[in-house]
């Protein structure tokens, strides 16, 4: 199996990235390990409590009574949560929580989750799977949740209100305070999905997380803008009774029960996020946002006097409008490159591994393509007789 | 971040083992990379394809006319399926094909799904999770499905038959092709669980796959018996057609739809699967599984030699009833163990690394804890004045 990857140079749209050298070396460290057998995996459950509590700091969760997060018999006083397979694990865990909260007992009731139309499809996904009703609300002009469209939609049915800390398609961050009042005057539980925003927020003025708002559960992904290795996702609840909703009884496991979607977990993701955030938290990481930020915003710029719409950056995140031609050009050249799901614009996500110089390559190649572009179109127009 | 794992020497009880060499070297190769965006990450998105390929050979499954079973635009003529989390998503996806199978429209049906009482306590995770209704049914005297029960439980509401080819607490077979028959009678779809069998399976003469049943999805694990790092799980499915039941649009992803559990997904996994499987596929496993089901019958015999009731391994794993305080104290020596559900036995899995010197070695400290506990029992004896 001589297969190689291919490099990163030209991933523009991934919200993955090249794990941090520590993380790197961690995951290969902890390849043979199960965090899904804590009784059996003794070192990496104990990294799984660590992982937990610097991702609780991070999310401004308080110091909670606390109790077996992870099902390893061990009750710290730490914030409570998980390493999940990624932000969909996340996702679909909180909404099932909140299912489980709502539920009449009959195991009929048909709970809606109130979603701003920028979440990312895995609420969806979510909603399939648990067979749950998405309420999905338009955004405004800022591509922010509209709040007063929320207000409408939440009623005694609501089991949650989802608001989105860094969203897919713009980086936006909805009014997370706001959402967490109107989540508690209908009792329902506010989940923020800040998967891929959680490792920058901390470095800008937005209201984001548990320390800010009224937030129950979060997802909060080490190996997104955390550098971890892929797979080491976040869920973090304000209260260890939450995660009761998820658990199911493990008879022959060292251990007594599981909260987790899956069995079987990975202890490289595990580890790789520990030596990530012990590397990197905070400095290591409010210097990338900079660098990343600066990126972002110099992109747009970039793209602006090239005659581009471009939504500015509010996180490290550029959309332009690109006309499709030239989009299906540079992903021809090799350049990785998703669009809007309305496909309007192009995204450009700063991760780490999205140094000016390679946006600088990029932008040289887009100049070319231009160029060729308005050439070939100067000929057709000549052989047009105009 | 200096923690070390523990060594592999005294686990005996789990399904996981150590990555073989070229697996572990694959999964640090592609460590990042994400075949859950396939059109980005396209090199491990095409090994994806060879890993559902060899993983439809040895589970007996024919070409299909296929589609795209993991959603990067490839089309192949091989069998459908994709590289899972584990046998825990594997199993809920099965689970989800059904209840939407057999789903009238209203999404308020509450279809039943047929299981073991041997089955995977993740059959009960997935119930929880999709609002399905397991109706457990009890097994033989030989530890497998009892098939009149099976007859008298199914009805019209049976969305899927469970089949367990390698069980958890016993290493038991299903008689799947039974199975497949009651399954059919009723229109219900057949799910074989071979998370941990289906890599030793291929040398026995058990009838267990698609080419000797009526099967219709099914769970195999690269990293249990294949010897892949974790997490590599696997879902198969007879027809492409069932994997729509799991399809959710995905509109910023380069791809347009995606029926996995989860959203990134691990490259390493599926890399390590396929040079797990390229390696030891089918010689090498062949080997392992005469090693692995040798040691298993030499460990009954010698526990049975020692006074213990045994029973005895169909597959490389054994259930001996030791008594609690012996399994107690040996697992206060660092052997980590654990019990079938009731408690009742002790599970010994040969995996890989359960060789017959690590065996040996355990056996020298149960010899040795029995001698202590026998003379701590005559001193106490002997004081009371007997």
């Not at 291919?6 to 902890?30: G, K, N, W, Y």
């Amino acid at each position: 199996m001589r297969a190689e990857p291919q490099s990163f140079d030209r991933v523009l749209s991934s919200m993955c990235t090249e794990p941090h050298p520590a993380a790197r070396e961690a995951a290969e460290r902890f390849l043979a390990t199960n965090p899904g057998d804590p009784g059996t995996y003794r070192t990496v459950a104990d990294l799984e409590d660590d992982a937990i509590a610097t991702l609780g700091e991070i999310a401004g969760l308080e110091i909670d009574a606390g109790r077996d997060g992870n099902g390893d018999g061990e009750h710290g006083e730490g914030p409570s949560g998980y390493v999940t397979s990624g932000g969909t694990e996340a996702n679909v865990q909180a909404l099932r929580i909140a299912r489980g909260r709502a539920d009449d007992g009959s195991g009929r009731a048909r709970p809606t989750v109130v979603v701003p139309e920028s979440a990312h499809f895995s609420f969806h996904k979510a909603a399939d799977l648990l067979r749950i009703d998405l309420e999905v609300v338009p955004t405004t002009a800022a591509r922010r949740v509209d709040l007063d469209a929320v207000r409408a939609c939440v009623d005694e049915n609501t089991a949650a209100v989802v608001g989105v800390a860094g969203s897919t398609e713009y980086g936006r961050v909805d009014p997370i305070p706001e959402l967490g009042a109107i989540a508690d005057s209908v009792d329902a539980l506010l989940h923020v999905d800040a998967a891929w925003g959680g490792f920058v927020l901390p470095f800008t003025d937005h209201e984001w997380h548990f320390g800010h708002a009224a937030v129950d559960t979060m997802a909060i992904d080490p190996h997104k803008m955390g550098q971890a290795a892929v797979p080491a996702g976040g869920l973090l609840v304000r209260s260890a009774a939450l995660l009761d909703e998820l658990a199911v009884d493990t008879p022959y496991l060292e251990s007594t029960s599981q909260a987790t979607l899956t069995g079987t977990r990975s202890g490289a993701g595990v580890a790789s996020a520990v030596a990530a955030m012990e590397e990197l938290w905070p400095d290591g990481y409010r210097d990338q946002y900079v660098r990343s930020q600066n990126n972002a915003e110099w992109l747009a710029s970039e793209l602006e006097d090239r005659g581009y719409e471009v939504v500015d950056p509010v996180l490290p995140l550029v959309a332009a409008s690109l006309p499709t031609s030239l989009f299906e050009a540079l992903r021809e050249e090799g350049w990785r490159l998703s669009r809007t799901g309305d496909d309007e614009r192009v995204r450009f996500v700063c991760m780490p591994h999205v140094t000016r110089e390679r946006l600088e390559v990029f932008l040289a190649d887009l100049d070319r393509l231009t160029a060729e572009s308005s050439a070939a179109a100067g000929v057709r127009a000549g052989s047009r007789g105009d």
